[in-house]
């Protein structure tokens, strides 16, 4: 659809209309040569002589391509534009972070897989995550790994495809064998306070317990709460292990408390996956739309118009008088030919 930005411009195309009309025509002052026999030189030649100026008219050609010239370049000013389509956008309405253990005790082969075969806890971990991040639309996602330590996969993003593909890389100790669950919820914390989200979420996955981070569990939290992030724990190990393997469920439940989430434990892919599921049930949001006008400016075209048409016309006059010069030329050459 075209549209023009500042329509109101057109009001502007009579106003050579009204310059003519209103405006006195051009003079010139010039001095002349007074002669005594003036008045017997008129006479002779038979003319009357008259005082003021003489105008010209314009040719009617002329005029048109004037106001023509004017009505383009006026066009141009007004800035038309192509409207296209609504485009509308789904904007970002938190933030949500996901932290993933991969410290050694994720490689035991304790859980099924969709089609029912026995895998290791980080592929079903893997495969639960990609069914959840599919529906994360409306949000900005971010991946943290950690192990023996934490460090950012994926900062907040809304490119969800290119966080699966992150996730499909992530491989058990390549953060190290152990699990530093505080200095996890630590650099999370640094991250959201690059956030300018009202809702900010961390979901924790871990099946190990915390073995020496340089801020405790429990601290973190306190600290993570004091920022207005809501920390989830989902925990898939055993809480009858022994050393690093046993899963610590009381702090997990703890640093979920202190911050408002929530705790689940999943023994299976099931498990893990009705975790998730109610995680998407609790952590409802407004999704935030914008929708825009594509617009596209058109003002080169009258202005290219009105340049064409000026080459066009004042190459035609100048090819039309250098025709005439020739042809008077010509004349004037075969009439002293025939004179002499």
């Known amino acids: 659809m075209l549209q023009f930005h500042t329509p109101i411009l057109f009001a502007l195309l009579p106003l050579p209309l009204l310059l003519k009309r209103f405006l006195p025509a051009y003079s010139q002052r010039e001095q002349g040569i007074r002669i005594p026999f003036f008045d017997e030189l008129v006479k002779k030649t038979g003319l009357t002589a008259s005082s003021g100026a003489v105008v010209h008219g314009m040719p009617l050609i002329h005029t048109i391509l004037v106001f023509g010239a004017w009505a383009l370049l006026v066009t141009a000013l007004a800035r038309p534009q192509w409207v296209e389509e609504a485009v509308t956008k789904t904007v970002p309405s938190r933030d949500l972070l996901l932290a993933v253990d991969l410290s050694g005790s994720m490689e035991t082969t304790d859980f099924k897989n969709r089609e029912g075969k026995v895998v290791d806890r980080l592929t079903a971990v893997k495969e639960v995550l990609h069914e959840f991040l599919k529906e994360r ?161 058109l003002f080169h075209w009258p202005l290219g118009v009105l340049l064409v048409v000026s080459f066009l016309y004042h190459g035609t006059s100048a090819l039309l008088s250098r025709t005439a010069r020739a042809t008077r030329h010509s004349r004037e050459s075969k009439t002293e030919a025939a004179h002499t």
């Not at 408002?260 to 109610?278: E, M, P």
Request: glycine letters at 8%.
């Open 137 to 297: 639309e409306g949000d900005r996602v971010g991946l943290i790994f950690f192990g023996s330590a934490a460090f950012i996969q994926a900062p907040f993003t809304e490119d969800l495809e290119t966080c699966r593909i992150l996730l499909d890389e992530a491989q058990v100790r390549m953060a190290g064998p152990q699990t530093m669950l505080g200095d996890a919820i630590g650099l999370a914390i640094t991250q959201f306070e690059r956030s300018d989200m009202k809702e900010r979420v961390l979901i924790i996955l871990t099946d190990g317990n915390d073995t020496g981070s340089l801020v405790p569990p429990d601290k973190a939290a306190d600290i993570a709460k004091d920022n207005g992030v809501t920390i989830h724990t989902v925990a898939v190990g055993d809480p009858r292990a022994a050393g690093e393997e046993k899963l610590d469920e009381a702090t997990l439940k703890a640093v979920a408390a202190t911050t408002g989430g929530a705790f689940f434990h999943a023994d299976d892919r099931d498990g893990l996956s009705d975790v998730y599921k109610r995680l998407d049930e609790m952590s409802t949001r407004d999704l935030e739309t914008i929708s825009h006008r594509p617009r596209t400016d």
